[in-house]
Every structure is written in C-alpha cells, then in structure tokens.
C-alpha cells in the first residue's frame, strides 16, 4: 500500500476496518462475513443430512429440524451467496472498469454493515428463544403467529435490514458501472463479469421491493395485529406467495448471473481465447434477466392458478433455457482449440458446464405444470435446486476465488491443496445431491425431519449424507488453503494468470487508488490488446497528477447499529428501545446530510507504481 498523503486520515487496524469506504476492503469485509456465515449454513446442512442418514432417526428432533433447514437455507441464499458475491462484485468491477472506485464508497460501506447486522440478528434467534421455522421462503399461514414462534420476527426483521443493504448495493452498482467506466470503455467492451454484475444489480433493484413489501406486511400480520394474509379476517396467503417469489425467482438469477460472468472470465483466460460469442452472451445475460420477472409462478403450480396460468408460466419458463443454451455452447466453444490449463480456478470452471446443466434440465422437466404436481415439495425439488445453486452459484464462486484472490490480497492459494479442494467437493456434491433426484420420484418429501425404513429410501439417504462429508472436507480443505496462504510470505504477480482485462495491469493487491493514471482502452480484452501490440501496460487516458479519495467514515457502521437496535425493540414491543435506535440511524443520517467532507488528496509524488509516462 502506498503512503498516506499528508492530510489523509490515518487509520489503522480494527478502526480502519470499521470505517473503510474502499471498494477493496469492503470486498474483504463481505469475504469474510459472507464466509463465516456460509459455515454455520454449512454445519446446519449437516445436521440435517445427519438427522437424515438413518430411518427414524431421533437425533435433532422435529422442531429443531424445521429451524435447521430454515436457517440453513435463509442463511445460505441470503448470508452466505449474496455477500460473496457482492464481494467478487467490490473486487473486481471497479478495476474491470478501469475506475479508482465506486459510484458513492460511503454507501458502499452502509451496503455492507446493514447486511452484516441484519445477519446478526437473524442469528441471535438461535440464543433468544427459537431460530424461525416456517422455511425460507416463510409462507403463511405457516408464518403467522398462531403456527410459529418468535423466530420467524428474526426472520422479518434480520431479512428486512439486510435486504435495505443488498438494494442500495444494487444500485451503486448500477451508477458505477454507468457512469464510472474509463475513457474508451464502452458498454460493448466491458468484461462479462461486469456485464453480468450490471444486469444482476438491475434484478436487484427491482426484485428487492417485493420483498421488501412482503416483509412489511408480515411485520404488520405477525406484530402488529394485521390481517393481510389472515384468512379469517379476509387475508389472502396465496399473496404471500407472489409478492415472495415475485422477488424469488429473480433472485435466483441475481445469484447465477454473476456465476456466469466467472465462469466466462476463467474459460477465455485459460484456454488463451477471446470468449467465444461475446455479444451474444451479452445479449443471452439481458434476456436472462428480462425473462426472470416472467415466471415467478412456476414455483406456484400446485396453488390452483388454473390451466391457462399454469401453461404460460411453465412456457415462459422454457423458454429461459434458450439464452442459457446460448452460453454453455459459447463457453463450450471458447474452450474448443484453446490452450487449455486446468488450474484450480479453471477446474471449478469445467466442473460448473456439466453440473450446471444437469440443474436446467431438471428445472425444464419442473416447468411442466402436470408433472409438478408429482415433483412439488419432493426431495426432486431439493436436488434440482442444489444443482443449479451449489454447482453453479458455488462452483463459480470458488472458481472466482482462486482466480482473483491473487489479485485480492496479494497472495497466491496453493494450487495442490485447490485441486484436493476442488475434486473432494465435487465428489461430495453429487454424492450428496444425485441420489436426492430418485428419493425424491420415490416419494421422499422435503422439509420433513423422517422417514419410515424399508420404503426404499434408506440408500439414498445414507449415499447422500456421506456425501456432504466429501463437501464439508473440501470446505475446510479451502479454510486451510487460506490460511496457508496467508501465511506465506510469497507475492502475487500483477498478472499470473495472463489475464486479459484491465484488472492484471495494475499492482496484486491494487493501491488504494487503484490506477495511477486512468488507462486507455482500446477494446474488449484491454489489456491483452496492449500486451498484443507489445506494449508493456495500457497507455494512459490523463496525466499524472493529485487523486481525490473519499474519507473513512464511522457512520455507516452506526447508522445500521442503529437499526438492529431498533428491531429488537420493535420485536419484543419496548418502544424505548424503538426511540433509542431510530434516533441514532437518524441522529448519523442527520450528520451526514450537513457536514461538509470533501474528502482529501493524495499528491502527486506520493503514487507509486509511475509504470507509464503521460
Ligand atoms: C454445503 C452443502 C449443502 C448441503 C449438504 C445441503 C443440504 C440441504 C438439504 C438436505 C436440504 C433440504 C431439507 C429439507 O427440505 O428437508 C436443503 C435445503 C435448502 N438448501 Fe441446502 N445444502 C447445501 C448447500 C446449500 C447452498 C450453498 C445453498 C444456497 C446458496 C442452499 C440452499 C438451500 C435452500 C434454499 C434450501 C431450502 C430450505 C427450505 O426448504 O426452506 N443449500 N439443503
Ligand atoms: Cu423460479
């Protein structure tokens, strides 16, 4: 890291986290969080898969079970795969796009801590009386307070904080990618991992409201003595339904999409192509997004919307096969006569073509309304989703990981304890989740704790627990690659892996200013065309000269202390404790709005890394 420049604050250890706005620490913060959280889903997988590996089983117990498989899922689609990707996101689009940071770094960084502290307070249900247990997706009357506990008000309110901190993440994203992108970058330029991270923060901006009005109207149902998905008084559960996977469904392709956009960096950059079919794979990631509003009610089949609904919905569905075909042959066809390397991020990337796929076949079958009515609710539904979310969304994250954590930190992973990593998860992630596909056509439902022996199901249940043991090796085989590379005083190179996008050009890790001076870009794979021509890095677009940065600041951090205060107050009706933390949120919102910061500069002759003369 470069030196401070006279003014600038200097802030270090603990504080520094806790007041960053660089878009490359808050990277790590959402790693690590993200990371964290994805353990304790993990280890609530396993004692799900644990209470399932006999018949009869009596280990954890009905009640907890339902917690267990409502917390792991809340977690893991909502705690665990949101912020990782948020944090490749912080990573690596702002460097894709040759900027020294995000559209406004200070909302990046209340981005963050709101998702953090509304992870939190979901997981206090745990010690507080009863982690929720109506499922993820917390549909009514399940919901409601005469079938639940206190839990599912974790589940409103944690959900609700952290769901404010995932849209204005979506929508600094948006603005950055807008307005942020160096001279010459033009939209038809951009790498496929930001173009993905564009469209993604597009569905968030306006799938994230429905959810949003959802969890307000359950806060007022569950808090408050409303009526709107009370039967009894009038209510309409089935508007539970759509108003959660209105946002639902989009939401899973806010989690793939990003997926795709790794899976395309890593395959060009390995077999040493351009990716094949760049603009349509654009196109396909557009089009992928649009059609993701359109079928929500695929989820819904078996609700009774009727025959006509029920064969749109399922046709739409259908169709989002197409733009996915679209990419899987032009990743396929990148990788034809390339020089291919299989490095671990390349294996994660191999690994995801066929798994990923086997998902979106399962998920067509699921598109038909009539056959629905047999997979609804069956361990079908369980495998098919694990397919697409774990060997897709997880596969790419991992393969993200090992390709950008040089870039990240500095450090290189190991690449032998990768590959074990890479070959132990694979192989316990279709151990655990191929079986799942026939218990469930034979009759195997999901959410339910047990199961009677000798109905056929005792293999695959125990072939499938086994499994999460290969996945839970490969995990902790990752925790120790970290660690090693942590502690290994070896540096990364700017650029290990030949890279072709503007982010090898620069310093592993970046200075805070992440370029020196803003780079020229010349076309798609920017830097590539400059190492083509035989030049030594890109040619750059300004002069060298001072570099505005935007100060730390504590009150991002605050201002969602603030709200997780208030929540719990609002959970358990002490309006004093409501009062308390609304005025502190106000209180920063307020300083905020009148104190002048205009940040400070970093001088000329404090930049290092003057590679390249103006
Ligand atoms: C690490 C290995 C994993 C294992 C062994 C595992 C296992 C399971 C099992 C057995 C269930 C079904 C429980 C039931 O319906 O009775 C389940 C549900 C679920 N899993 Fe996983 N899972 C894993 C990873 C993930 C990941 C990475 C995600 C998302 C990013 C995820 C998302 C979900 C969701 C959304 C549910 C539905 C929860 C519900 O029914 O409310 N899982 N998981
Ligand atoms: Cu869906």
Known sequence: MSAHASHAPNRSGLWDWLTTVDHKKIAILYLIAGGIFFLAGGFEALLIRLQLMYPESSMVGAKTFNELITMHGTTMIFLAAMPIIFALMN?????QIGARDVAFPFVNSLGFWLFFFGGVLLNTSW?????????????????????????????VLGLQIAGIGTLIGGINFLVTIINMRAPGMTFMRMPMFTWSAFVTSGLILFAFPAITVGLVLLMFDRLFGGNFFNPDAGGN????????????HPEVYILILPAFGVISEVVSTFARKRLFGYSSMVFA?????????????????????????????????????????????????????????????????????PTFTIGGMTG??????????????????????????????????????????????GKMLNETLGKWNFWTFFIGFHLTFFPQHFLGLMGMPRRVFTYLKDQNLDMGNMISTIGAFGMTIGTILFVVNVFVAASSSKRAPADPWDGRTLEWSIPSPPPEYNFAQTPL???????WIEKVAGN?????????????????????????????IAGYGFMYHNYVVVVIGMLVTFACMFTRSVKDDPGYHIHEDEIEDKGVKA
């Open 237 to 248: 559960v089935v508007i539970w339904e759509h108003l959660f996977w209105i946002f639902g």
């Open 285 to 353: 990631t557009a089009l992928i997004g649009f059609l993701g509003f359109m079928v929500w009610a695929h989820h819904m089949f078996t609700t009774g919307l009727g025959a006509i609904a029920n064969t749109l919905f399922g046709l739409a569905t259908m169709l989002i096969a197409v733009p996915t075909g679209i990419k899987i042959f032009n990743w396929l066809l990148t990788m034809w006569g390339g020089q291919i390397r299989f490095t671990t991020a390349n294996l994660w990337a191999v690994g995801f073509i």
């Open 536 to 564: 030594k890095g890109m040619t750059p677009a300004e002069p060298l000269g001072d570099i505005h940065m935007p100060s730390p600041s504590f009150l991002p951090f605050l201002m969602s202390l603030g709200l997780f």
């Open 364 to 409: 067509v079958m699921l598109a038909i309304p009539p056959a629905d009515y047999q997979y609804h609710d069956s361990y079908f539904v369980v495998a098919h989703f694990h397919y697409v979310i774990v060997g897709g969304l997880v596969f790419g994250l991992f393969s993200g990981l090992y390709y950008w954590w040089p870039k990240m930190f």
């Open 127 to 155: 010690f507080l009386g009863g982690a929720p247990d109506a499922g993820w997706t917390s549909y009514t009357t399940l919901a409601l307070n005469q079938f639940s506990g206190h839990g599912v008000d974790f589940y």
């Open 91 to 95: 990573a690596v689009v702002p460097l």
């Open 521 to 527: 870009v010349r076309g798609l794979d920017a830097f």
